[in-house]
T-cell receptor, first 112, second 111 residues
Framework: SQELEQSPQSLIVQEGKNLTINCTSS?????LYWYKQKYGEGLIFLMMLQKGGEEKSHEKITAKLDEKKQQSSLHITASQPSHAGIYLC????????????FGKGTRLHILP | GAGVSQSPSNKVTEKGKDVELRCDPISGHTALYWYRQRLGQGLEFLIY????????KSGLPSDRFSAERTGESVSTLTIQRTQQEDSAVYLC?????????FGPGTRLLVL
């Protein structure tokens, strides 16, 4: 079965610094989603990537899907306290598999 | 250790019919969330229950959608007078702290 592995599990960065979170799939990705989660709130959809080599940006957050479509990275530039939270990657299962799968999340803390 | 379970796993219905989707959260989890994912889109937040507090219904797309939760146990998401645009995978998640644990989802197809 397909699995998503996120790294690091936890990240502490100084405000203003850049950071990268990775999501690696055991199989080819047909749709890769990035979400942000804050305590007591539902998941917030950030962006979706489908094509190998695709890159999307939203404000100071950029996500890429590698050419082989098995890894995605999320990059935050000049981090701010508002970026703190848990970042989760999710993927559509392989063709014929109905399941939606998620990584275990990366917990991001921003130090003032 | 059972995880979050949802039923049915698949549901095909005719336009205009009502459907009920069930979520059994992990025992002891005070928070429960409903989401949906339509084809080619990200998860869309629907509703959030936390203990005995009033639920956050801000994500429900119309008054055809409603959800109930009895205490800290089972939740039911009801869609009345289903429309074709309601076709999606409906996901439930529960949590005790910050980490949400997702169920396998119910795939709804409205013909």
């Amino acid at each position: 079965s397909q699995e998503l592995e996120q790294s690091p599990q936890s990240l502490i960065v100084q405000e203003g610094k850049n950071l990268t979170i990775n999501c690696t799939s055991s199989k080819t990705l047909y749709g890769l989603y990035w979400y942000k989660q804050k305590y007591g709130e539902g998941l917030i959809f950030l962006m979706m990537l489908q094509k190998g080599g695709e890159e999307k940006s939203h404000e100071k957050i950029t996500a890429k899907l590698d050419e082989k479509k098995q890894q995605s990275s999320l990059h935050i530039t000049a981090s701010q306290p508002s970026h703190a939270g848990i970042y989760l990657c999710g993927a559509d299962g392989n063709l014929g598999d109905d399941k939606i799968i998620f990584g275990k999340g990366t917990r991001l803390h921003i130090l003032p | 250790g059972a995880g979050v379970s949802q039923s049915p796993s698949n549901k095909v219905t005719e336009k205009g019919k009502d459907v009920e989707l069930r979520c059994d959260p992990i025992s002891g989890h005070t928070a429960l969330y409903w989401y949906r994912q339509r084809l080619g889109q990200g998860l869309e937040f629907l509703i959030y229950f936390q203990g005995n507090s009033a639920p956050d219904k801000s994500g429900l797309p119309s008054d055809r959608f409603s959800a109930e939760r009895t205490g800290e146990s089972v939740s039911t998401l009801t869609i009345q007078r289903t429309q074709q645009e309601d076709s999606a995978v409906y996901l439930c998640a529960s949590s005790l702290g910050t980490t949400q644990y997702f169920g396998p989802g119910t795939r709804l197809l409205v013909l």
